[in-house]
């Protein structure tokens, strides 16, 4: 049995079918072609869906890291503003138990802690400073026990 053979000519243009299919050089066999498929509906293809799920994946992602970035830096503040009272509390009252200025000590505590003294106050023997750095602020209070 004979391969299907497409030919531009008919077939009695063709050649008698007795011949090889070298000889016959104007015709070619040619696979059947599949049909083309219909036109798909640009609103129920799926294509490209993972693209769009990962961008938003990853923008969540992103605006996520950036809160979480935003929270500690705030919290870091904090910290530093919470620890630069305190060693400003203590260093004014130390200063104020040997005799010097309690306020200048704790001025200059906090500043070598990057932070800078809001308030200080001194009631009776204890010294009370509010610190600031960056964002952050805290109160510490320190006397004699």
């Known amino acids: 049995m004979t391969p299907a053979i497409f030919s531009v000519l008919?077939?009695?243009?063709?050649?008698?079918?007795?011949l090889p299919l070298p000889a016959r050089s104007f015709q070619r066999a040619l696979p059947?072609?599949?049909?083309?498929p219909a036109r798909p509906d640009p609103f129920r293809d799926d294509r490209g869906y993972a693209t769009v799920l990962s961008a938003g994946i990853i923008a969540a992602v992103v605006a996520?890291?950036?809160?979480?970035?935003?929270?500690?830096?705030?919290?870091?503040?904090?910290?530093?503003?919470?620890?630069?009272?305190?060693?400003a509390a203590v260093a004014g009252a130390t200063a104020l138990h040997t005799g010097g200025d309690a306020c200048t000590a704790a001025h200059e505590t906090a500043q070598l802690n990057r932070a800078e003294v809001a308030d200080c106050r001194i009631t009776g023997s204890d010294v009370t400073v509010i610190a600031t750095a960056g964002r952050g602020e805290a109160a510490a209070k320190a006397g004699p026990i």
Do not use: C, Y
């Not at 059947?32 to 083309?36: E, T």
């Not at 950036?66 to 904090?78: E, Q």
């Open 32 to 36: 059947a072609l599949p049909a083309w």
């Open 10 to 18: 008919p077939p009695e243009a063709a050649g008698p079918a007795w």
């Open 64 to 87: 996520l890291a950036l809160v979480v970035a935003a929270v500690v830096g705030r919290l870091a503040d904090s910290h530093r503003a919470q620890v630069a009272a305190d060693l």
